[in-house]
């Protein structure tokens, strides 16, 4: 069984991509990287395939034909992580809002702590947001708690998207079935590991709005994230997860 792999997706992410490999590979911790690249135009799968020249033994691409959203790329690096044997499986974001210093927090937390998802969390201890505008601080701090409310679970940071999981929780979670792909994709993921009763732990972290590239936030995806909650919930209470 192979250790650890850091999933990132990619969309036009030229600026960010070789600085945030370069850095994972930094790490005293060694991971192994999959680049999921929804055939960026800007060639951020080109460079990727340039850096595997230097490391060859743990950074791997997935092309895809087209932008089909964060959480389809997601679900294609899962199952190649399963399928290639990997133990604990990450993911993080291109652009440096997740530190990538903060993913052997997440490990241990999964491999000592034996906790089933790790996340990286902003709000556990407070609010640990930096160069976000007050209205998106407080949209995704409520959007937190009105998932707490909805759902039953004690998570502080619902749509955080750094997150460490055993292979087992990917394993049990049939990925076939996911039905969202933004922030309520991340919400998914966090309520169908919560109702397999997979310990779930939050790890304080330090999150940076990105300096580099463009944001993918839309009104489609808080939409999303608003009704997937209750739908969500619904279809538990009628058995349909």
Known sequence: ?????????????????????????????KFHVLIVDD??????????????????????????KEKSGLGTAYVHGFKWALQHDYEYIFEMDADFSHN?????????DCNTGKAGMAIG????????????????????????MYVRFITGMKIHD?????????REVLETIDLDKIKFTGYA????????TFINKFKITEVPII????????????????????????MLRVRKIFNRL
């Open 207 to 230: 999150f940076t709005d990105r300096t580099k590239g463009e944001s993918k936030m839309s009104n489609a995806i808080i939409k999303e994230a608003i009704f997937g909650v209750i």
């Open 185 to 192: 994709f991340q919400i998914e993921m966090k309520y169908r």
């Open 39 to 64: 055939n960026s135009p800007d060639g951020t799968s080109n460079k990727v395939i340039e850096l595997q020249q230097e490391f060859s033994d743990g950074l791997f691409l997935e092309t895809r």
């Open 100 to 108: 990538p210093a903060d993913l052997e927090k997440l490990y241990n």
């Open 158 to 166: 619902a749509t955080a998207g750094f997150i460490c999981y055993r």
């Open 1 to 29: 069984m192979k250790d650890g792999i850091v999933i990132i997706p990619t969309y036009n992410e030229i600026e960010n991509i070789e600085i945030i490999i370069r850095a994972v590979f930094s790490l005293p911790k």
């Open 121 to 144: 969390s902003r709000y556990v201890t407070g609010v640990n947001v930096v160069n976000w505008p007050l209205n998106r601080v407080l949209m995704s701090y409520f959007a937190s």
